[in-house]
Structures are given as structure tokens and as C-alpha cells.
């Protein structure tokens, strides 16, 4: 599964598909809008690439300062809601062809 897939099963699936990672599962509710859903999963994921996917998700809830601190545990630039999409797009492509 690519990005661009997971992003078209978020969009017409009641359900994320099977076998996917906690990181994909994360990304598959956001891009579903089910926020909480998605933050429940990545806030149990102790990985720099967790706290990306978190910081993501702030992003998302428009809590930016919040969003910062995320990127920055995770060592990444912190981003702004203009970037929410390609993030998205950026941190699904690391998640499924690490």
C-alpha cells in the first residue's frame, strides 16, 4: 500500500484496512477526520516518527504551539497548517516504504 491508497481508503471505507501498522492506522482516522481516533493511537507510539505523526495531529487541531513541541521531540522542522496535506503525504510515504 502507498500513500495516495491509504489516503482513497480513508476516503470510502468505513474501517482502516487490516495488518496496518499503529503509525498508518494513525494516519488512515486523520485523513478520515476522525481526529481523536488518530490521536489515541499516536500518542502510545515512543518513536521519534511517533511524535511526528503527534505533531501532525496538533497541526490538524490547530494547536500550533503544541504542534512545535511534537516536532521538536521528533527532530523536525515545525511545520504550519498550510503544510497539513503534504505532511500528511510525506509522513505516510516514511510509514508505508521505510
Known amino acids: 500500500m502507498n500513500a495516495e491508497e491509504?489516503?482513497?481508503?480513508?476516503?470510502r471505507d468505513?474501517?482502516?484496512p487490516a495488518g496496518l501498522s499503529g503509525e498508518a492506522q494513525s494516519l488512515?482516522?486523520?485523513?478520515?477526520?476522525?481526529?481523536?481516533?488518530?490521536?489515541?493511537?499516536?500518542?502510545?507510539?515512543?518513536?521519534?516518527?511517533?511524535?511526528?505523526?503527534?505533531?501532525?495531529?496538533?497541526?490538524?487541531?490547530?494547536?500550533?504551539?503544541?504542534?512545535?513541541?511534537?516536532?521538536?521531540?521528533a527532530n523536525k522542522p515545525a511545520r504550519r497548517p498550510a503544510d497539513i496535506d503534504s505532511l500528511w503525504t510525506e509522513i505516510a510515504q516514511q510509514v508505508l516504504n521505510p
Do not use: C, M, V
Open 28 to 73: 488512515w482516522y486523520a485523513k478520515k477526520g476522525q481526529w481523536e481516533a488518530a490521536h489515541n493511537i499516536a500518542q502510545d507510539i515512543p518513536t521519534p516518527l511517533g511524535s511526528w505523526l503527534h505533531g501532525l495531529l496538533h497541526l490538524i487541531e490547530g494547536d500550533q504551539g503544541n504542534a512545535n513541541y511534537w516536532f521538536h521531540r
Open 6 to 11: 491509504l489516503a482513497a481508503s480513508a476516503q
Open 14 to 16: 468505513d474501517q482502516p
